[in-house]
């Protein structure tokens, strides 16, 4: 793994054109594996700096690329209708559709429930909400309390029915100590 490192440093040293640490380079006076491979990469390195391209690309041949590259390109027309179909997906289309089909039905509702309560008088309204209240104070109270009564009366009832069947007995004192 050491010699892994060393390697990488060396190598990187060589593609940044900087001199080895001077840590590195007494590593690699040491070591036979580490300067054979310095050597070996600062050879390479110089063979493929001072390397000429043998080869130039023809016009013909680029131009035919391009040709076949324009070829393969699909018809803008076509690209502009597949556009909204993958920029919105299909539930989100749904749930527009749902969003508008709620939004229209509870305007129209509005509307209606609107037009109904102008026809109607407000002093009416005023009166039936007056007398709904004096019922709802008078009777709430009986209703609300009404079960609790009523559980009362059936305690009430079956502890009489205990003392007729049990005989009885003295009731329980406490027992009071005296010091």
């Given at each position: ?78 690209s502009r209708q597949t556009f909204w179909p993958r920029l919105i997906p299909a539930t989100a289309l749904v749930l ?84």
């Amino acid at each position: 793994m050491k010699t892994w490192l060393s390697k990488w440093k060396i190598s990187n040293a060589l593609d940044n054109r900087k001199p080895l640490s001077p840590a590195m380079e007494c590593a690699v006076a040491e070591s036979e594996e580490l300067r054979s491979f310095a050597e070996r990469s600062a050879e390479l390195d110089r063979a493929l700096k001072n390397s000429r391209r043998d080869f130039e690309t023809s016009m013909e041949l680029h131009a035919g690329i391009m040709r076949a590259v324009r070829a393969a390109e699909p018809d803008a027309v076509s690209s502009r209708q597949t556009f909204w179909p993958r920029l919105i997906p299909a539930t989100a289309l749904v749930l527009l559709v749902f969003f508008g089909v709620f939004a229209a039905s509870h305007f129209f509702r509005e509307q209606a429930t609107v037009s109904k309560r102008i026809g109607m008088s407000s002093l009416a309204d005023a009166s039936s909400a007056i007398e709904l209240s004096g019922k709802l104070v008078s009777e709430l109270p009986d209703a609300a309390l009404s079960p609790l009564n009523d559980e009362g009366l059936r305690l009430k009832h079956d502890l009489a029915n205990a003392k007729k069947i049990s005989p009885r007995q003295p009731p329980l004192t406490p027992a009071v100590t005296s010091s």
